[in-house]
């Protein structure tokens, strides 16, 4: 009996390595930035990069990899602009005065009435 060798179906095939995406890594780069002082562009950054990371891995066919980083960046990226739009608006109630005047003037009530007339 003589043993017929299998065919290998890679042997024509150059084998290749995968390539990490340049997108992912500039994406969590960019997350872990915004929380070091870059607040909210710095996250804009991240999430744009992100998902262009995520739109190029996922066309890649398995030759490009990254995907965690690019994630990892997103929500980065996204809880970072989240807490900047707060503080964006805490400034600006705050600025406004919608915040600041009730607690300002809550010890001084009881010297006006109910025609906010002042009460000797």
Same mark, same amino acid.
């Given at each position: 009996?003589?043993?017929?060798p299998?065919? %290998?179906?890679?042997?024509?095939?150059? &084998? $290749?390595? *995968?390539?990490?995406?340049?997108?992912?890594?500039?994406?969590?780069?960019?997350?872990?930035?915004?929380?070091?002082?870059?607040?909210?562009?710095g996250?804009?950054?991240?999430?744009?990069?992100?998902?262009?990371?995520? *739109?190029?891995?996922?066309? *890649?066919?398995?030759?490009?990899? #990254?995907? #965690?980083?690019?994630?990892? #960046?997103?929500?980065?990226? $996204?809880?970072?602009?989240?807490?900047?739009?707060? #503080?964006?608006?805490?400034?600006?109630?705050?600025?406004?005065?919608?915040?600041?005047? &009730?607690?300002?003037?809550? &010890?001084?009530?009881?010297?006006?009435?109910? %025609?906010? *007339?002042?009460? &000797?």
């Open positions: 009996m003589s043993q017929v299998l065919p %290998n179906y890679y042997q024509n095939q150059p &084998p $290749y390595a *995968s390539q990490t995406s340049g997108w992912a890594v500039f994406s969590l780069i960019a997350g872990i930035l915004a929380w070091l002082g870059v607040f909210g562009i996250g804009i950054a991240a999430v744009i990069a992100g998902h262009i990371a995520k *739109s190029e891995i996922n066309s *890649s066919s398995g030759r490009k990899s #990254g995907a #965690g980083m690019a994630t990892a #960046g997103l929500v980065l990226g $996204y809880l970072n602009i989240a807490l900047a739009l707060l #503080g964006i608006c805490l400034f600006v109630l705050i600025f406004a005065g919608a915040i600041a005047t &009730p607690a300002l003037c809550l &010890p001084f009530m009881n010297q006006f009435n109910n %025609n906010f *007339s002042f009460v &000797p």
